[in-house]
């Protein structure tokens, strides 16, 4: 069974700094390419970030382009999220997301649960 | 930028069908995806490459894309049914994966 596991999330200041972690499992993770989405309280959905199966290409959106840095480990079955300078605009609930397939225009497919960053003073 | 648009609401009463649009000048040149988003829950793939139903997902639900607007389809609408829903592409110009504002969908 496909399993995605966000952690790392919390409550950081304006400024400050998060590394969000989505441990996987259930699927050979070095095969797929992944993704970051995140939702803000009562919005909809805004994609972050991709990173190819390989890790060699990265993608982010322009709201954290400079800010943002996707990363993966496939000896740890792991995506991660380096996020700095961050605003109260970040607070989101944030979720992995695995790519269906290496189209370059695929769905997503699994999602995990998400892990809820608060940035606030 | 790539943007898509959707009904805020959509309403419709069991067992009928409710149609979910998602606009955009050349969406028909796209793949499009629906999400279904549950109170609490994360979203869930229920339509990928405007028309393919994932495993798992009811014959009930179907999409279609042309020219301007991608639509998902729910025939014999269920109180289960209720939910937001998202379409999403992939913007290949820039890089970077688009979603639609989404669309509550109200079971009467």
């Known amino acids: 069974e496909v399993q995605l596991v966000e952690s790392g999330g919390g409550f950081v200041q304006p400024g400050g700094t998060l590394r969000l972690s989505c441990a996987a499992s259930?699927?050979?993770?070095?095969?797929?390419?992944m993704n970051w989405v995140r939702q803000a309280p009562g919005k909809g959905l805004e994609w972050v970030a991709y990173i190819s199966s390989s890790g060699g290409t990265i993608y982010y959106a322009d709201s954290v382009k400079g800010r943002f840095t996707i990363s993966r480990d496939k000896d740890k079955n792991s995506l991660y999220l380096q996020m700095t300078s961050l605003r109260a605009e970040d607070t989101a609930l944030y979720y992995c997301?695995?790519?269906?397939?290496?189209?370059?225009?695929?769905?997503?497919?699994?999602w995990g649960q998400g892990t809820l960053v608060t940035v606030s003073s | 930028s790539y943007v898509l648009t959707q009904p805020p609401s959509v309403s419709v009463a069991p067992g009928k069908t409710a149609s979910i649009t998602c606009a955009e000048n050349k969406i028909g040149s796209k793949s499009v995806h629906w999400y279904q988003q549950k109170p609490g829950q994360a979203p869930v793939l229920v339509i990928h490459?405007?028309?393919d139903r994932p495993s798992g997902i009811p014959e009930r639900f179907s999409g279609s894309n042309s020219g301007y607007t991608a639509t998902l389809t729910i025939t014999r609408v269920e109180a289960g049914d209720e939910a937001d829903y998202y379409c999403?592409?992939?913007?290949?110009?820039?890089?970077?994966?688009?979603f639609g504002g989404g669309t509550k969908l109200t079971v009467l």
């Open positions: 259930g699927f050979t993770f070095s095969s797929f390419e």
């Open positions: 997301a695995r790519n269906y397939d290496s189209s370059g225009y695929s769905s997503l497919d699994y």
């Open positions: 999403q592409v992939w913007d290949s110009s820039r890089d970077q994966g688009v």
């Open positions: 490459y405007d028309s």
